[in-house]
Nanobody
């Protein structure tokens, strides 16, 4: 069992930055691929980024590539998403998710993940 808690959301002006964090509790965090998803009001949940269990592979949605960086600290059981050059269309609830030994393009599918956090709101004003 893995429990995930996101933090770091808030209100920011367009062009600004935010760093989201996901704290994990439970065993063997270093065996879990971590993903970030977001869901805007009235829209489906969409993939943002993922990082494999050892940190050697990262994946990004085209919409955030070059603006976001996913990272993890296995010693601290945390995963982070640094978001720069934020746009109003980045406004959404952001969720972190975990899947054990996840790899590949399937990581872009929400149903691949076993564990989810409660989400943190990111609002970007124009």
């Amino acid at each position: 069992q893995v429990r995930l808690v996101e933090s770091g959301g808030g209100l920011v002006q367009a062009g600004g930055s935010l760093r989201l964090s996901c704290a994990a509790s439970g065993r063997a965090f270093n065996t879990y691929t971590m993903g970030w998803f977001r869901q805007a009001a009235g829209k489906e949940r969409e993939f943002v980024a993922a990082i494999t269990w050892g940190g050697s592979n990262t994946y990004y949605a085209d919409s955030v590539k070059g603006r976001c960086t996913i990272s993890r600290d296995n010693a601290e059981n945390t995963a982070s998403l640094q978001m720069n050059s934020l746009k109003p269309e980045d406004t959404a609830v952001y969720y972190c998710a975990a899947i054990q030994y996840g790899v590949g393009q399937a990581l872009k599918e929400p149903h691949q993940y076993n564990y989810w956090g409660q989400g943190t709101q990111v609002t970007v004003s124009s």
